[in-house]
């Protein structure tokens, strides 16, 4: 077994040891600091409850009354445009999707790696656009609805720029390493 595989698996107890253990030494009271926590905690997932609910379901029509594909499809020339291959804009739904959802954008490149396979040019840029985007309406909603911000209009172009560089910077890479 590698070094970098041992550390992996003991990470998680070691910091589960050791961070109650510095605490107890510095006489934090440990439990009840974590019960707070805990406490704190649960009227956050109360608050942001309603907001997750709203945001699943408007996906949910998203997806299931076909928008996605027709934006897919409205976005399939420009892409070509761009010199992107006709194969490559099979990707177009993940990028689509994965500002709004994490769990719809896992979907959806979990069908682009069973369709192309994981070690297709594809497969790859669908794994790499998912660790390279965030959720950004998301978190948008559901974050920042939680805690009463209202006016988040740089978030959201910031958030949008962040997504179409993660695209970009994910053609880019996938294509130098590996191809």
């Known amino acids: 077994m590698s070094i970098i595989a041992e550390v992996s698996r003991w990470a998680i107890p070691f910091l589960l040891l050791i961070i109650p253990l510095a605490a107890f030494i510095r006489k934090v009271p440990v439990y009840e600091s974590f019960v707070t926590g805990a406490e704190e905690g649960f009227k956050i997932a109360i608050k942001i409850l309603p907001f997750l609910i709203g945001m699943l379901v408007s996906i949910r029509i998203f997806v299931d009354s076909g928008a996605l594909e027709i ?66 309406f998301f978190v948008l909603t559901v974050y920042f609805g939680s805690v009463g911000i209202k006016r988040y209009r740089y978030a959201l172009k910031l958030g949008l720029l962040a997504d179409i560089t993660g695209l970009i910077a994910s053609l880019w890479i996938v294509h130098y390493v590996f191809y």
């Open 71 to 136: 934006l897919a499809g409205l976005l399939e020339p420009i892409f070509i445009f761009f010199g992107v291959d006709t194969e490559l804009t099979s990707i177009i739904p993940l990028a689509i999707m994965r500002p709004l959802s994490g769990a719809g954008a896992l979907g959806v490149a979990t069908q682009l790696i069973d369709q192309y396979g994981p070690d297709s040019f594809v497969g790859r840029l669908a794994s790499t656009l998912q660790g390279s985007t965030d959720t950004t």
